[in-house]
């Protein structure tokens, strides 16, 4: 299984980016699926989270400008992050619970992809 993350980039403060996360390999289901960011020297922390049905979830401080969405068609979930503040500046992990073939439950995480803001 492999999460391929893309998006990611330099934007000015008030800025958009979107974030992509594609889901591939012996994959049964998902269930969950979340974006996740760290910034240097700081703990890792959620983001947003989506069920399969769509519900969804976001820290605070990203409410309102970050929406989470899922294609469950492609095994993919995207992040559009509008209104960006240098303080969103971290490295973005997505990370999805789910199910191969041989019925064996995991996490799995994506490589990281950098979000730089500047003001």
């Known amino acids: 299984v492999q999460l391929q993350a893309s998006g990611g980039g330099s934007a000015q403060a008030g800025g958009s980016l979107k974030l992509s996360c594609a889901a591939s390999?012996?994959?049964?289901?998902?269930?969950?699926m979340a974006w996740y960011r760290q910034a240097p020297g700081k703990q890792r922390e959620l983001v947003a989270l989506?069920?399969?049905?769509?519900?969804?979830n976001y820290r605070a401080s990203v409410k309102g400008r970050f929406t989470i969405s899922r294609d469950n068609a492609k095994n993919t979930v995207y992040l559009q992050t509008n209104s960006l503040k240098p303080e969103d500046t971290s490295v973005y992990y997505c990370?999805?619970?789910?199910?191969?073939?041989?019925?064996?439950?995991?996490?799995?995480w994506g490589q990281g992809t950098l979000v730089t803001v500047s003001s």
């Open positions: 989506i069920t399969v049905p769509g519900a969804t």
């Open positions: 390999g012996n994959i049964l289901k998902i269930d969950n």
């Open positions: 990370n999805a619970d789910l199910v191969v073939t041989s019925g064996t439950r995991g996490i799995y």
